[in-house]
Nanobody, 117 residues
Framework: QVQLVESGGGLVEPGGSLRLSCAAS????????MGWYRQAPGKERELVATETATRGTLYGDSVKGRFTISRDNASKMLHLQMNSLKPEDSAVYYCRLLLVTISRDYWGQGTQVTVSS
């Protein structure tokens, strides 16, 4: 059974920074894609950033230049460094694992990020 657990969310002032982490556990294929998504109240879940082997790193337009995704395959960890945070970044952030060979998705429970003065 694959499980994803996010951590690092919290309350931060505009212009501040946070670093989110996602720990993956269980047995799964190394052929996979991991990424971060977020969802704010009344809005659809949107892509924040993904880390892939074939296409490299992809970012949503609203976070380009401010967020950085990184991955450690050995420890099965995914991170998201968020800088220059804005109030519109407030959302629940979810870690996602895609097992490419069987097209199966796993999601974490999410971690709340609130950007407010």
């Amino acid at each position: 059974q694959v499980q994803l657990v996010e951590s690092g969310g919290g309350l931060v002032e505009p212009g501040g920074s946070l670093r989110l982490s996602c720990a993956a556990s269980g047995s799964f294929s190394s052929i996979n894609t991991m990424g971060w998504y977020r969802q704010a109240p009344g809005k659809e879940r949107e892509l924040v950033a993904t880390e892939t082997a074939t296409r490299g790193t992809l970012y949503g337009d609203s976070v380009k230049g401010r967020f950085t995704i990184s991955r450690d395959n050995a420890s099965k960890m995914l991170h998201l460094q968020m800088n220059s945070l804005k109030p519109e970044d407030s959302a629940v952030y979810y870690c996602r694992l895609l097992l490419v060979t069987i097209s199966r998705d796993y999601w974490g429970q999410g971690t709340q990020v609130t950007v407010s003065s």
